[in-house]
């Protein structure tokens, strides 16, 4: 299955992403700062503590992600498979 980055997984709205995520089986892995977010929210995968405007983290990420999708993607099926919309 494949990994799913979550920015900002720390903070409040993205810990709940990832929570649910990990919930749905889903392999996650955080990147936060994390200037106003949490280690302990995140309940599943690892958290790559960087700023999203450091450019050298960003693509050591990137290049080492076997698989990237966009995560918006496998969020609307997610919510579609959990809420049963759409
Ligand atoms: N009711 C509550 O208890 C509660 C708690 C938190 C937030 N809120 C509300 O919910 C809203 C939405 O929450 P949210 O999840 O969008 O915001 P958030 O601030 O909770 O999460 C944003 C996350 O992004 C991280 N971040 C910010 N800049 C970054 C950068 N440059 N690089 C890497 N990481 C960075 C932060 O560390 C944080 O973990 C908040 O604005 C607030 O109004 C409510």
Not at 28 to 42: C, E, F, M, Q, R
Request: include cysteine; glycine fraction near 10%.
């Amino acid at each position: 299955m494949a990994k799913i980055l979550v920015t900002g997984g720390a903070g409040y709205i993205g810990s709940h992403v990832v929570k649910l995520l990990g919930e749905n089986g889903y392999e996650v892995l955080t990147y936060d700062n994390p200037s106003i977010g949490h280690k302990w929210a995140v309940l599943y995968g690892d958290l790559i503590k960087a700023d999203l405007a450091n450019k050298e983290t960003l693509r050591k990420v990137f290049k080492n992600l076997s698989l990237m999708q966009l995560c918006i993607l496998q969020l609307l099926l997610l919510f579609q498979k959990v809420l049963k919309i759409l």
